[in-house]
C-alpha cells in the first residue's frame, strides 16, 4: 500500500494519525526481533564472535574396582578378571580402555582382555591402568591342579577289640596326571566303636562294624571296617582296695585288657557286692559305706571279671589322742584350725602308745617354746604365733622335737610356729587349716624322720638327695599301686626330687609330679588337700596304729581334682613356705632326756 498517497487524500489528520501507527508497530516488531535474534544466538546459534558450541567434559576415572580382593586359578587353568572404572562421583564408568599386566610373571600370566593362567603355585598381583595412569591391583592365589583319584591298596579291614592300625599312604593323582606328595587327606568315622585321628591312626574300640571316609579336596573314598570281639586277658578296676568311712563314697573305674595287653576300650561291665549290709554299689561303680565291716566288690565285663577288698569303719576320735597346748597368744582363728586338724589325724591313728613321761626344759625345743613334765600316751604338739619374717615369707616353721627313745621312735612332742603376719592371709585362701594339719604330718615324720641317714626308721627310703628318691615301706608300696601311682607294688613310692638338696622341698614330701594335691606334697591347693592310702599306709610303715578307711577318695584317677567328680578342682597350687624342724631329743619311758648327736639342722623351703 501507498502510505502517502493515502495520507494525501485523507487529509493532514488522518495521516497524521495513521503515521504514528505505523511508525509505532515498525519500531516495536524491529526491537522484538532484535532480541529474538540475540537469545538464539546466545543459547542456540552462534555468530562469527563466538564460534561453535562447546560439550560438557565427563568426570574423571579416580580408581579401579574388582568384584573381590584375592581370586584364585589353577595351574594350568584360565579365569578372567573383571574390573570396573569408578569415577570421582563414585558412579561405574560403562567402558574404560584397561591394560594389563602381572607383578610375578613366573607365577601368572594375564593377557590384554584380562584372562588369567597361572603357571605355577604361588601369590602374585594382576594390575589393570588407564591411560590417565589410574589402576587397581588383584590379588591372585594359583592353586595346584585338583586332585582327581585318592587310591588305597585295600578298602576294607578287620581289626580285633582294642588293636590299632595306622591307615596306609594313598596314592594321590591330580587332574594333570601328576602324583601328589606331602599331602593328607582328613579322616571320619560313622561309628563310636571305631575312631580315628587326624594322622589316619585309627582304633577299634568295640566289636562293631563301620566306614571311616577319607577325604582330600572334593574326592572321598570310604574305608570299611569290621571289629570282631578280642580274648579278654584281664580285668582291672582302679582303686584296687576300697577303703572307706561310713556314708562314705568311693568311685571306682574299671578297665579291660586283651591277652596282649591292648586296653579294650568301649566295655560294659557290671558291678556287685557281696555284702550289701556293709557296702552298695552303683551301675556306674560308686562304692559307698554302709556299716562296718569286709565286703568284696566284683567287676564282670563279657569274658572276664575282677574283685577288689572292701573295708567299711565308723569313723571318729580313735584311741590315739593329740594333746595341743598353745603358747602365749594365739589368734582364735589359728586355735579353731589346730584343732581340725587334730581331728583330722586323730581319724587316722586308731589306737594310744605305750606311755612317755617328757621333760624338757624352757627352749629346748625352740625359742618361746616352754618345757613340759608330763606323761604324754600319744603325741603333744605345741603350737605357737610368732613374727618369723614378715607377711608372704615364712609362714610356719614344724616338726618333731623329741621321740621316744626305743623302736619304733615315734614322736612324742611336736611343735608348730605360724608367723602371725600370715594367719589372716592363709585364712582368706583357705589354706590355714591345710597347713597345720600338713605340719603335724611332718611331726609324725612325714619327711622329717624317713631318711636312713637318721636311722630313726631304717631300710624305709632310699635314693634320698638323689634323682629318684622313693619311700621302700611295703604297706605304702601296695597303697600307691593300688591307687595307681605307680605300676605294681615292687616299686617304690615317689619322693620329691625338685629343688636343692637340703631346702626342704626336695626329699621331704611326696612328689608333687605323681601325687597333685595330696595333703603332704610341697604344694597345698584352696580346697581339698586328701590325705591318701599312701600317707596313712606310710606312718603304717613307721610303726602307727592306723585306720586305712580314713583316707580320702584319691587317686590317679582324680589326683589333680579330688572330691570332685563332676566339675574338676579350678582351685592354683600355692608352694607354703615353711621351716622344717627335725628332731633334737629322745626320752625313756621314765622321762630322761637325751640329745641325739649331730641332730640334723632346720631345713626351709
Not at 33 to 53: E, F, K, Q, R, Y
Not at 73 to 80: F, N, P
Not at 228 to 236: E, R
Not at 323 to 349: H, N
Request: net charge neutral.
Amino acid at each position: 500500500m501507498d502510505w502517502g498517497r493515502r495520507e494525501r487524500a485523507q487529509g493532514p489528520f488522518r495521516a497524521s494519525k495513521e503515521s504514528r501507527y505505523r511508525r509505532f508497530w515498525y519500531r516495536t516488531g524491529a526491537a522484538l526481533a532484535s532480541a529474538a535474534c540475540a537469545a538464539l544466538v546466545t543459547s542456540c546459534g552462534s555468530d562469527s564472535a563466538t564460534g561453535p558450541p562447546q560439550l560438557k567434559a565427563p568426570p574423571p576415572v579416580t580408581r579401579i574396582s574388582f568384584s573381590r580382593l584375592v581370586d584364585s586359578v589353577e595351574v594350568q587353568r584360565r579365569d578372567s578378571v573383571v574390573a570396573t572404572c569408578i569415577d570421582s562421583t563414585g558412579a561405574n564408568v560403562a567402558s574404560c580402555q584397561l591394560s594389563w599386566s602381572v607383578e610375578d610373571t613366573t607365577v601368572a600370566a594375564v593377557s590384554q582382555a584380562g584372562v588369567v593362567t597361572g603357571d605355577k603355585v604361588g601369590t602374585t598381583g594382576v594390575r589393570a591402568t588407564i591411560p590417565s595412569g589410574v589402576s587397581g591391583t588383584l590379588q591372585i592365589v594359583v592353586l595346584p591342579p585338583a586332585i582327581a583319584t585318592v587310591t588305597y591298596p585295600t578298602t576294607s579291614f578287620t581289626l580285633s577289640e582294642g588293636d590299632t592300625l595306622t591307615l596306609p599312604t594313598p596314592k594321590i593323582v591330580d587332574r594333570t596326571g601328576a602324583v601328589v606328595t606331602g599331602r593328607t587327606p582328613t579322616y571320619s568315622s560313622n561309628s563310636s566303636g571305631i575312631t580315628v585321628t587326624p594322622t589316619g591312626l585309627v582304633t577299634a574300640v568295640t566289636a562293631t562294624s563301620g566306614v571311616i571316609t577319607a577325604t582330600l579336596d572334593t574326592v572321598s573314598v570310604h574305608l570299611s571296617f569290621t571289629v570282631v570281639p578280642a580274648p579278654l586277658g584281664s580285668v582291672k578296676v582302679m582303686p584296687g582296695i576300697l577303703d572307706m568311712g561310713v556314708g562314705h563314697t568311693v568311685a571306682t573305674q574299671s578297665s579291660a585288657y586283651g591277652q596282649a595287653g591292648q586296653q579294650i576300650l568301649g566295655r560294659a561291665y557290671t558291678y556287685s557286692v557281696d555284702n550289701a549290709s556293709v557296702a552298695r554299689v552303683s551301675t556306674t561303680g560308686i562304692v559307698t559305706g554302709v556299716s562296718p565291716g569286709k565286703a568284696t566288690l566284683t567287676v564282670s565285663t563279657p569274658g572276664g571279671s575282677t574283685t577288689a577288698p572292701i573295708s567299711v569303719a565308723q569313723l571318729g576320735a580313735g584311741g590315739f589322742v593329740i594333746d595341743l597346748q598353745f603358747v602365749g597368744t594365739v589368734s582364735q582363728a589359728t586355735q579353731q584350725a589346730a584343732q581340725q586338724a587334730v581331728a583330722r589325724w586323730e581319724q587316722v591313728l586308731s589306737a594310744p602308745l605305750i606311755p612317755y613321761h617328757i621333760v624338757t626344759n624352757t627352749n629346748d625345743c625352740g625359742p618361746g617354746i616352754p618345757g613340759v613334765n608330763k606323761t604324754e600316751t600319744s603325741l603333744l604338739v605345741m603350737i605357737q604365733e610368732d613374727s618369723i619374717d614378715g607377711p608372704g615369707k615364712t609362714v610356719g616353721l614344724g616338726g618333731p622335737c623329741v621321740l621316744r627313745d626305743d623302736a619304733p621312735q615315734l614322736t612324742a612332742l611336736g611343735t608348730v610356729t605360724v608367723d602371725k603376719a600370715d594367719v589372716g592371709l592363709l585364712q582368706q585362701q583357705g589354706l590355714l587349716v591345710a597347713t597345720l594339719t600338713h605340719e603335724i604330718g611332718h611331726i609324725l615324720g612325714i619327711g622329717t624322720l624317713w631318711d636312713p641317714a637318721d636311722a630313726f626308721f631304717p631300710n624305709l627310703a632310699t635314693g634320698i638327695g638323689g634323682s629318684d628318691p622313693v619311700f621302700i615301706g611295703r604297706q605304702a608300696r601296695v597303697a600307691s599301686a593300688a591307687l595307681g601311682f605307680t605300676a605294681d607294688s615292687s616299686l617304690g613310692v615317689p619322693i620329691e626330687n625338685t629343688g636343692t638338696v637340703g631346702d626342704g622341698t626336695r626329699d621331704a614330701h611326696w612328689r608333687a609330679s605323681v601325687f597333685g594335691h595330696e595333703l603332704m606334697t610341697g604344694t597345698l591347693h584352696a580346697g581339698l588337700n586328701p590325705i591318701s592310702l599312701v600317707t596313712i599306709q606310710t606312718l603304717a610303715d613307721f610303726g602307727y596304729p592306723v585306720v586305712p578307711e580314713a583316707a580320702d577318695d584319691f587317686n590317679v584317677l582324680n589326683v589333680n581334682s579330688p572330691g570332685s567328680w563332676i566339675t574338676p578342682s579350678l582351685s592354683v597350687g600355692t608352694r607354703v613356705r615353711e621351716t622344717i624342724l627335725y628332731p633334737q631329743f629322745t626320752v625313756t619311758r621314765r622321762g630322761v632326756l637325751r640329745r641325739i648327736p649331730n641332730a640334723r639342722h632346720a631345713k626351709k623351703r
